[in-house]
């Protein structure tokens, strides 16, 4: 389900807003700094029958969570040109030629997991039962560096998308159920809107806020995922 606005997924701010023809004339620049932030957060559970025999119901029992924050930190520089029908960003300068610079805005991005699954065989006649535990696990916090991208599409939309610059370490045992479209470790892609009148405008502070919501349904497995972001564009004078 979308709502109204932007939102979920980032990992990553304005970068990669297609470049423009290099004769083409530019019609508008903006200056701002910008700061990003966001949070996804997954519930699921699990219940599967597997067979029974005389020792009972063999059953598999699983739960967990996994909650995906990511922050730019210190507002960083951004100027937005409008060529026509494209519009170009650039990071870090003000000055858009420049060739060093970054192609996206910098996050720390925090993920923390805790996840169980537990072997179950109970209500048999020739046996005691029994639960399993498949542990040990390595569950907790993972901490990684990533860049926050948006792309714009024809003036009217905004694309938040996220890029890890340096991969968490891996989960060896720390089981996760998400739904299909949601990415697991990482912020999911989603869709915004802000008119091209909003942000050539003169308007000092602008805020783009918004989530989805993301299910999995199945005869073994619920999961249940929602994203939210939050983009804070503050003019530069």
């Not at 783009?208 to 249940?224: A, H, N, T, W």
Request: aromatic share 6%; net charge positive.
């Amino acid at each position: 389900m979308r709502t109204h606005l932007t939102a979920i997924t980032l990992a990553a701010v304005v970068a990669g807003l297609a470049a423009g023809p290099a004769h083409a004339q530019i019609e508008r620049t903006a200056r701002f700094y910008v700061h990003a932030e966001g949070v996804q957060t997954t519930k699921w559970t699990q219940k599967s029958g597997t067979f029974t025999d005389c020792n009972g119901a063999h059953t598999t029992d699983g739960e967990g969570t996994e909650v995906v924050r990511f922050d730019s930190g210190k507002p960083q520089k951004l100027v937005i040109q409008r060529l026509g029908s494209v519009i170009r960003a650039t990071y870090g300068t003000w000055d858009p030629l420049e060739l060093e610079i970054e192609p996206h805005i910098l996050a720390v991005t925090r993920i923390t997991r805790q996840g169980r699954i537990v072997q179950k065989v109970s209500g048999g006649w020739c046996g005691e039962g029994s639960e399993k535990d498949t542990g040990p696990y390595d569950c907790g916090r993972r901490r990684a560096h990533a860049g926050l991208v948006l792309s714009w599409r024809n003036l009217r939309e905004v694309e938040v998308s996220h890029v890890n610059l340096a991969q968490p370490a891996a989960y060896r045992n720390c089981p996760i159920a998400i739904p299909n479209e949601v990415r697991a470790m990482g912020v999911t892609k989603t869709i915004g809107r802000l008119s091209a009148k909003l942000l050539f405008g003169k308007r000092d502070r602008i805020v783009l806020e918004d989530g989805d919501q993301y299910k999995r349904d199945e005869e073994f497995v619920d999961s249940f995922s929602t994203t939210h972001v939050r983009i804070t564009l503050t003019r530069a004078r």
